[in-house]
């Protein structure tokens, strides 16, 4: 029954809003989600957050996102790179060239996250492995209202995401950045 308790809390989400910046939180597993949602009406900054995958033991596959094509790779090692593209349609929204590097760490590790491929009016997104910085769109001027926006941080499994907020405005009480992934009691 223990371990049904434990689940339970670690599937909770957090609701955010406010002008207070959260304080940095680490994911209890590889995946960790975003969900921004805002109103009809007034809108704020958004937010900036800075992640990173912490204790990655290789490169391996950097992925595909949906709409992307990668090009180069095979075995995915140091000093190996790939390039993305999207299909027609479609935007790039990261570094379209990653290298595999070996970090401070000795740790073979991909230079940048794998990017997204998203239509001009879209928002969100999946994100895979190394570090990088997500925002709010329109960020830093307003996002939009009656936006609905998820962001999805992956990590290799048994590895964790660092998130370090360095802002954070959403109109209080109505506008919220439901975070979920990581275990609130000890965090929030």
Not at 25 to 37: D, Y
Not at 47 to 59: I, Q
Not at 138 to 162: F, H, K, R, V
Request: glycine share 12%.
């Amino acid at each position: 029954m223990e371990a049904g308790k434990r689940e339970e809390r670690l599937s909770q989400k957090v609701r955010l809003t406010g002008f207070q910046v959260p304080p940095p939180v680490t994911s209890t597993g590889n995946v960790f989600s975003l969900r921004l949602t805002s109103d009809f009406a007034v809108s704020a900054h958004g937010f900036k957050l800075n992640y990173e995958e912490l204790h990655s033991t290789s490169c391996g596959n950097p992925g595909v996102p949906p709409k992307a094509v990668l090009s180069g790779g095979g075995r995915f090692a140091v000093g190996d790179r790939v390039r993305y593209s999207c299909v027609p349609g479609y935007v790039l929204d990261g570094h379209a060239t990653l290298t595999c590097i070996t970090n401070s760490g000795n740790t073979a590790v991909w230079d940048f996250p794998a990017p997204i491929c998203r239509a001009e009016d879209t928002c969100g997104g999946t994100v895979r492995g190394g570090s990088g910085v997500v925002t709010s769109p329109g960020y830093p001027g307003n996002y939009g209202n009656q936006a609905d926006c998820t962001w999805i941080l992956l990590a290799e499994p048994g590895d964790t995401i660092s998130v370090i907020f360095t802002d954070f405005q959403t109109e209080e009480k109505y506008d919220y950045l439901e975070v979920e992934g990581s275990e609130p009691p000890t965090i929030w």
